[in-house]
């Protein structure tokens, strides 16, 4: 991981990103395999479940 607040850390990790060909194609693989795990119609599904979560816990019932 890098520093967000070190400018030279910053700056390391951009120009190893954009000079080691490996390193770029191992994180872009990683990258799209993560996007993969995600859906939209997932993401509804667990926002709704926080809501009825809410929901419950303050003693309203559920939304669905």
Do not use: C
Not at 13 to 42: C, H, P, Y
């Amino acid at each position: 991981m890098v520093d967000p607040h070190n400018t030279d850390s910053l700056a390391q990790a951009i120009w190893q990103v954009l000079t080691d060909s490996d390193l770029r194609d191992n994180m872009i693989r990683k990258g799209l395999e993560q996007a993969k795990r995600f859906s939209w119609e997932k993401v509804a599904e667990q926002t709704l479940e926080v809501y009825n979560k809410v929901e419950v816990l303050n003693g309203l019932g559920t939304i669905l």
